[in-house]
T-cell receptor, first 108, second 114 residues
Framework: GQSLEQPSEVTAVEGAIVQINCTYQTSGFYGLSWYQQHDGGAPTFLSYNALDGLEETGRFSSFLSRSDSYGYLLLQELQMKDSASYFCAVEYGNKLVFGAGTILRVKS | DTAVSQTPKYLVTQMGNDKSIKCEQNLGHDTMYWYKQDSKKFLKIMFSYNNKELIINETVPNRFSPKSPDKAHLNLHINSLELGDSAVYFC?????????????FGPGTRLLVL
């Protein structure tokens, strides 16, 4: 089976740095993905980590530690438009299993 | 150009009715998916097709029947709609069936069953 845990809600101020954690339990782990979803919108892909370490894409970075079954999404220089839900997901048997999502609220 | 499109965007219907949702992707991908997102935003896969063949069929009531006439299209037909079917249904596609592939989601169909 598989399960993922991430915080339900995180609040931060504009310009700050925020980290959204994800811990997982799954057999046959291949990699950890992150998706962003704005209210009323569709999930959009942010990043994928198959190997341990940090992947950076602009203001967003994603980290994976396979030995700790843990990853995080790091958002820097927060902007109001970053207010959204963020989902971690693991591959399991040719499908993606999503966490429950973290609502990020960015305040001015 | 819309990569993954769904119709209709909104669907309001009565309990017991039958309805269909259509999805098309113009990305040339081999694999398409249907997801259900409930009111708590939990996103769960329902079905997946690879080159018109069903490869994932989660524990979904058999009132839900997917159909893929070709690899660019995946439709979802729902019989005898129930209140609990109210949700947002997302179609998605990916280049292949590997779970590590980036999935591209359609805009969603908001279904409300009264």
């Amino acid at each position: 089976g598989q399960s993922l845990e991430q915080p339900s809600e995180v609040t931060a101020v504009e310009g700050a740095i925020v980290q959204i954690n994800c811990t997982y339990q799954t057999s046959g782990f291949y990699g950890l993905s992150w998706y962003q979803q704005h209210d009323g919108g569709a999930p959009t892909f942010l990043s994928y980590n198959a190997l341990d370490g940090l992947e950076e894409t602009g203001r967003f970075s994603s980290f994976l530690s396979r030995s700790d079954s843990y990853g995080y999404l790091l958002l820097q220089e927060l902007q109001m438009k970053d207010s959204a839900s963020y989902f971690c997901a693991v591959e399991y048997g040719n499908k993606l299993v999503f966490g429950a999502g973290t609502i990020l609220r960015v305040k001015s | 150009d819309t990569a993954v499109s769904q119709t209709p965007k909104y669907l309001v219907t009565q309990m017991g009715n039958d309805k269909s949702i259509k999805c098309e992707q113009n990305l040339g991908h081999d694999t398409m998916y249907w997801y259900k997102q409930d009111s708590k935003k939990f996103l769960k896969i329902m079905f997946s097709y690879n080159n018109k063949e069903l490869i994932i069929n989660e524990t979904v009531p058999n009132r839900f029947s997917p159909k893929s006439p070709d690899k660019a299209h995946l439709n979802l037909h729902i019989n005898s709609l129930e209140l609990g079917d109210s949700a947002v249904y997302f179609c998605a596609s990916s280049p292949t069936s590997g779970g590590q592939e980036t999935q591209y989601f359609g805009p969603g169909t908001r279904l409300l069953v009264l």
